[in-house]
């Protein structure tokens, strides 16, 4: 529940308009009904999730040059939480 949550925060922080499209929530299409998420290798959820946060996070401190004020702002978090994140991430 809580993977599905920073999804939807970092698509609301980094989407264009106010409507959520299915590109802003960069998710890979399903291969089909019987998929054995092939596409990812042997990449697991956390690591898909954590490879999807590092990119939102380094996309926002791009849009804001750096200022993690304004890239907390931005992504919908506390600066304590993207500070957390920053360092959990190996993210200078």
């Known amino acids: 529940m809580r993977e599905l949550e920073n999804i939807l925060e970092r698509a609301t922080a980094l989407c ?3 409507l959520i499209e299915p590109d ?3 998710l890979e299409p399903e291969e089909g009904a019987g998929s054995d998420l092939q596409g990812r290798g ?3 959820l956390d690591d898909y999730l954590n490879r999807l946060e ?4 380094l996309e926002a401190l791009q ?7 304004a890239a907390a702002r931005l ?3 506390t600066f304590r939480s993207l500070r ?9």
């Open 16 to 18: 264009a308009g106010e």
């Open 24 to 26: 802003d929530l960069h």
């Open 42 to 44: 042997s990449e697991t």
């Open 54 to 57: 590092r990119q939102a996070i």
């Open 63 to 69: 849009k804001t040059e750096g200022n993690r004020t």
């Open 75 to 77: 992504l919908g978090v």
């Open 84 to 92: 957390y994140r920053l360092e959990r991430l190996g993210i200078e």
